[in-house]
């Protein structure tokens, strides 16, 4: 069939739009209509050259929500008119990593996922006889993609697809670092850095799971009334503070934090994000993503004196049994997800989201199919 697509040709260059080729799911595949997708910081970073696995020409795109069209042979769990979150960390139930349950990281698909393929190792995305490499196993500025069926997590279908697609990486990654990965207990004190698409929903798992002080860090000031508003109790301005900022938020929590969490991806601010953590027991978790050649340092001193220095991947949330309940706990009020969708664009303006990313005026962006 043919498809509307967003196609990243070459790192550094703008998304094109156009009408690409897709094949038809295979054996243990499903077919999807993607009716919304999110554009995470993660897409912008792969775009840029930064990411080692990424692959070109390629359709990019990781935070959808769509309509199943069409199962291939053996599909048990889906079919057509389910509606779904495309899962770029899949859950196949069978694997080491799924069984050892210490981890949400299946690898069933992981190899020939980094390697822009399908699990038997072809694409089904061409554009003029040229193949097209898939992303993250998603390709969800597609609009339609093919999946693995243990990439797809069926959802709630009353549950609107241009919120909900969110849920697919920025509200999972962030309520779930917090609940799945640090283990924020109520009354903690937290130090959130970076207050876009994930630092705001790691402000709001924060919230929900009862901590005490909840600081913001963001060189934007104008994340301040949004990072409020989801539960941020003190905002700090990295470039309004005089002297260290480590020191000042080691004062400004009585000692420490209990736990942070680094959000933006600069491997200055993930060293300072570890350093504010609370002598003896203080938990650093890193969720921002940098680029190839990129690497972290810290004084020893600073583990053997009882920080913890840890890194999280979707919230460690374990797809297709997680993201449902994440979405129920939207529709019954208990996260919020609109008043972060600051724009909604149709795809023939999708590079204007990476724009305002890149500007720092939106906080996430959905495209509508
Ligand atoms: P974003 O662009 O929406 O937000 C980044 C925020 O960081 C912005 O508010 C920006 O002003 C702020 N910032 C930039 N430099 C700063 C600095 N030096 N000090 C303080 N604040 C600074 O990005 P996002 O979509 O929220 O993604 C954040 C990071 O998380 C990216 O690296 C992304 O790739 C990564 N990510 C990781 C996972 C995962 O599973 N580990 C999932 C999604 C996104
Ligand atoms: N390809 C990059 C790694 C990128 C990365 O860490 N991705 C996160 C999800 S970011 C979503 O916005 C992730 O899930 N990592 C685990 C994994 O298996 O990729 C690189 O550095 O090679
Ligand atoms: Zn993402």
């Known amino acids: 069939m043919k498809t509307r697509a967003a196609v990243a040709m070459q ?107 399908m699990p038997d190792g072809t694409s089904r995305f061409s554009l003029n006889g040229r193949m097209l490499h898939h992303y993250m196993g998603c390709s969800t500025f597609a609009n339609h993609t093919v999946l693995p069926e243990i990439a797809v997590a069926k959802i709630h279908e009353d549950a609107p697809f241009e919120k909900v697609c969110y849920v697919g990486c920025g509200v999972t990654t962030g309520v779930g670092a917090v609940i799945n990965t640090a283990h924020v207990e109520p009354g903690a004190n937290v130090v959130v850095f970076g207050l876009g698409g994930i630092g705001l929903n790691v402000i709001q798992g924060a919230r929900l799971v009862g901590a005490g002080m909840i600081v913001g860090v963001d060189i934007n000031p104008a ?80 583990l053997v004196t009882g920080r913890k220095w840890q890194g999280t991947a979707f919230g460690g949330a374990r797809g297709r049994t997680d993201v449902p309940k994440i979405v129920e706990w939207y529709m019954k009020g208990k996260i919020e997800i609109d008043p972060m969708i600051t724009h909604v664009l149709p795809l023939e303006r999708i590079n204007e989201a990476f724009e305002m990313m890149h500007e720092g005026t939106s906080i996430r962006t959905v495209i509508r199919f």
Not at 76 to 93: A, F, K
Not at 252 to 277: H, N, P, Q
Not at 279 to 285: D, H, M, P
């Open 11 to 117: 790192a550094g260059q703008p998304l094109v739009i156009e009408e690409v080729d897709l094949e038809g799911p295979k054996a243990g595949e499903v077919l999807v209509e993607i009716k919304a997708t999110g554009v995470c910081h993660t897409d912008a970073y792969t775009l840029s050259g930064a990411d080692p696995e990424g692959l070109f020409p390629t359709i990019l795109g990781h935070e959808g929500a769509g309509v199943v069209l069409e199962v291939g042979d053996g599909v048990t769990s889906v079919q057509p008119g389910d509606h779904v979150i495309p899962l770029y960390t899949p859950e196949c139930r069978q694997c080491e990593y799924c069984l050892s349950g210490k981890t949400n990281l299946c690898q069933a698909i992981r190899a020939t996922q980094g390697q822009g393929l």
């Open 223 to 302: 994340r301040k009334g949004i990072a409020e508003s989801f539960g941020m109790t003190h905002f700090v301005n990295p470039k309004e503070i005089e002297g260290d900022l480590v020191a000042h938020l080691v004062e400004l929590t009585g000692g420490g934090a209990d736990y942070s969490f680094e959000c933006i991806g600069k491997v200055d601010v993930m060293r300072a994000a570890l350093e504010c953590c609370h002598k003896g027991w203080g938990v650093s978790t890193i969720v921002g993503v940098a680029g190839a050649g990129e690497e972290i340092s810290t004084r020893p001193f600073q």
